[in-house]
């Protein structure tokens, strides 16, 4: 429940109480400041409170936005303020300051085109004397809607003349799109998702309960394309897409109706990862049922994709907050998305979720699982070369100073465990400039092909799983500030799947790359963990987690042991109970973490890739 002191006296004709509780406001009247300041201290401790401007005229809308949001401990917008819980103290201190000052200040309209004088609203020297404080007061991009406190009957016939020119639900639709998205899903997705965003908000659906809708649409199509039948094929690609729609329109109806909360960050997050990597196992039960082993193509598409997904999370964590963050290829990139036609083919070209899925999805329907794998690793390789030499180009060529935050930030990523910890204390001087992601490729390639290239059962993998341990230590015995830095967690993760899969497709023995599947998603699902509570800033993963699994180099050590010391039969077996155990810890873990109150409140707002 959420409290709303309206301060001061209402206009003829406002609609602002009810408003209010439109929005799921507790309303109460304060003649004055004094007042306001007594029914603050009376409302519970555990509630959102906002102080509005009796004066108020807007959209109902520019209100939801500034008054509802739950991402954000403070947020105003001209006539209005409103704290969480965790900001009540910070507020009640800035009411005090606020209502013992004379000076007013002005509040003008964000939108509608209609001018107001400056009028003294309490509810604005509030958010002023936050943000004199150092509160983080959030405020809305507004747009078109209108929010302003009007100050004479000229000035509140203005103001509602601009409330009355806008069409607000129309506003609110087209808000509820995120504005830069994938061609295919702009074009052909979002146009009616967001019509069926505000379907479900009408009808009190959730956020969640779309995105587990999302879910398990994805299941059925992978449960058809396992049937390994041409009408399965059909069915799951047709389904893919339905699914596509729901994933859209998620995130519309948060968006739509502000209903962001830490649940659906953790399953808007890992969902669609879920849904996609279900999709590829399905089809590779189908095409096993028609004769066609595929396993090690489907395994090696998940493999590729979260290693482009992880060089996204990396480049974009490395330069979250770094200074003098410019440079030519910047510069070119700015230039290039002034012009309209090359914003929409550089999207297609990184085949975002939704041409990717689109892709897949006509795939499936109309050729083989085969086929399907085969276009899909190319059109992702194609579209991982791109992106990756235009961020080494961008990395190579600015002049930037990377923080502790950011530093801090890609050791997270690397997952590194106790065996890398151990060695790094012994290069503590750590290795100068670009030599420190050629040390993790020199690493990483060594143990790929030291399983790829010799006969599974013998010795040389774990040798090359050895000087990649000494590689990931001397990577990360110093912070990862370097301008290249950012490429060490892909290249270890490339290394620690790509040594899965090419052990498990060395062991030539049925179940195995299914059990190697298995394996790389459960801890593929970690490190996506990882990421979005870093994106949160809520922190990393616990280290007892991280020293519980073992690490990324001690999981490659791991696996390449178990190769040499055991049959082909036992390594299949081997493999299975490994991905059950990381899967069970992890995920525990992992729910814990994001059903507690201190996760994060945030919605993800998807991937590109």
């Known amino acids: 429940m959420s409290t709303a002191i309206v301060t001061g006296q209402p206009v003829p004709g406002s609609s602002l109480e009810n408003d209010l509780r439109s929005l799921g406001f507790d309303v109460r009247v304060a003649a004055d400041a004094a007042e306001a300041q ?31 949001d739950p991402r954000f401990p403070l947020a105003a917008v001209p006539g209005a303020v409103t704290a969480q819980p965790a900001a009540r103290q910070a507020l009640t201190r800035a009411v005090a300051r606020a209502a013992s000052a004379h000076a007013g200040t002005a509040a003008r309209p964000t939108g509608g085109g209609a001018p107001a004088p400056a009028a003294d609203s309490l509810a604005d020297r509030v958010a002023t004397a936050l943000g004199d404080d150092g509160g983080a007061v959030h405020r809305p991009e507004l747009g078109s809607l209108v929010a302003t406190v009007p100050d004479g009957p000229r000035a509140l016939d203005e103001a509602r003349r601009a409330v009355a020119a806008v069409d607000e639900e129309a506003v609110r639709l087209k808000s509820a799109v995120k504005s830069r998205d994938g061609f295919f899903t702009t074009f052909f997705i979002s146009p009616y998702s967001r019509y069926i965003a505000r379907w479900c908000a009408r009808r009190g659906l959730t956020p969640n309960q779309v995105t587990t809708a999302s879910l398990l649409t994805a299941l059925i199509a992978a449960g058809c394309a396992a049937t390994g039948t041409r009408g399965g094929f059909v069915a799951a690609g047709v389904l893919l897409i339905a699914s596509f729609v729901l994933d859209c329109t998620d995130g519309q109806l948060a968006r739509y109706a502000l209903k962001y909360s830490t649940l ?13 990597y279900a999709y590829y196992a399905g089809l590779a039960l189908g095409a096993a049922r028609g004769g066609d082993d595929v396993w090690a193509l489907a395994l090696g598409a998940m493999v590729l994709q979260t290693c482009r997904h992880v060089v996204d999370f990396s480049f974009n964590e490395a330069n979250h907050d770094a200074t003098a963050n410019t440079s030519p290829t910047a510069a070119l990139s700015d230039k290039l998305d002034s012009v309209g036609w090359t914003v929409w083919v550089r999207r297609m070209i990184v085949l975002p979720i939704g041409e990717r899925w689109a892709m897949i999805a006509v795939l499936t329907a109309v050729t083989t699982p085969r086929i399907t794998f085969y276009a899909l690793l190319v059109g992702c390789a194609l579209a991982a070369a791109y992106t990756t030499a235009g961020r080494v180009l961008r990395s190579v060529t600015r002049r930037a100073r990377r923080t502790d935050r950011a530093a801090r930030a890609l050791a997270d990523l690397a997952d590194s465990g106790p065996l890398a910890h151990a060695v790094g204390r012994v290069f503590r001087r750590g290795l100068p400039g670009f030599a420190v992601p050629a040390v993790a490729l020199l690493g990483g390639a060594a143990v790929v092909a030291c399983s790829a290239l010799t006969d599974f059962g013998g010795a040389l993998p774990v040798a090359g799983a050895l000087v990649y341990v000494l590689t990931s230590a001397l990577a990360v015995a110093r912070p990862l500030k370097g301008a290249l830095d950012w490429l060490v967690p892909p290249l270890f993760r490339a290394a620690e799947y790509g040594t899965v899969l090419a052990l498990a497709g060395k062991a030539g023995v049925n179940g195995a790359l299914p059990a190697a599947f298995g394996l790389v998603a459960a801890v593929a699902y970690h490190h996506y963990d990882t990421v979005y509570r870093i994106r949160g800033n ?37 493999l299975t109970v490994l991905a059950v155990a990381i899967a069970l810890v992890v995920l525990v873990e992992s729910v814990r973490f994001w059903v507690s109150a201190g996760a994060p409140a945030v919605h993800d707002e998807g991937e590109t890739a």
């Open 538 to 574: 809520a922190g990393a993963s616990p280290a007892w987690l991280v020293r519980v699994i073992g690490g990324q180099e001690g999981r490659t050590l791991l696996v390449a042991i178990l190769a040499a010391v055991l049959t082909a039969a036992q390594f299949k077996a081997a």
């Open 264 to 276: 659906g960050a953790w399953l808007d997050a890992t969902f669609d990862r879920a849904k996609e």
């Open 38 to 68: 007594t029914l603050l201290a009376a409302v519970p401790a555990d509630r959102r409170v906002a102080l509005v401007d009796a004066r108020f005229v807007g959209h109902p809308h520019a209100l939801r936005l500034g008054l509802t």
